[in-house]
């Protein structure tokens, strides 16, 4: 049997293997045919801006604004790679949640594609893995994406 999925929900960060979860995400998108719909989300972690004391709301709109053109430009490769069901959403809070649950519960999604976390073992004890909480409490199906589109392993390039 075929796993046809109709519902796929792609939290995007900026990072390497958050775009290739998009790349990946619209190919299968593409393969399921017309009626898949393929959502982009980037969550604000507004949690991270509590410990700035001078915070204020254009810090914010600038991390807004930086999501919003890069969701644009993903939303329009989608276009182009001939994907119409495609949109984007921004949130703000805890990305655990809101990716794991809160998005997935709200659009009914069937899959949900993710990037492997790009932290060292010893970061993701101490602040843990949104990848990691997300595979083990969504409420669908997840695929977490470790390789480019020609399946060979993402490498890291040294510093």
Known sequence: ?????ERI????DGSKEAELAFQKAVAVAMRNGEGTELRLVHVVDTRAFQN??????????????T??????KYIED?????????SYTIEYGAPKT???????GEMK???IMIGATGLNAVERLLIGSVTEFVTRNAVCDVLVVRTDLDNQPITKKKK
């Open 1 to 5: 049997m075929l796993q046809q999925y």
């Open 9 to 12: 929900l792609v939290p995007v």
């Open 52 to 65: 700035i004391s001078s915070f204020d709301t254009s810090m914010v709109e600038q991390v807004t604004d």
């Open 67 to 72: 999501a919003k053109k890069t969701l644009d």
């Open 78 to 86: 989608a276009k182009a790679a001939g994907l119409e069901n495609v």
């Open 98 to 104: 809101i990716i794991a649950k809160d998005i997935p």
């Open 109 to 111: 999604a069937d899959l």
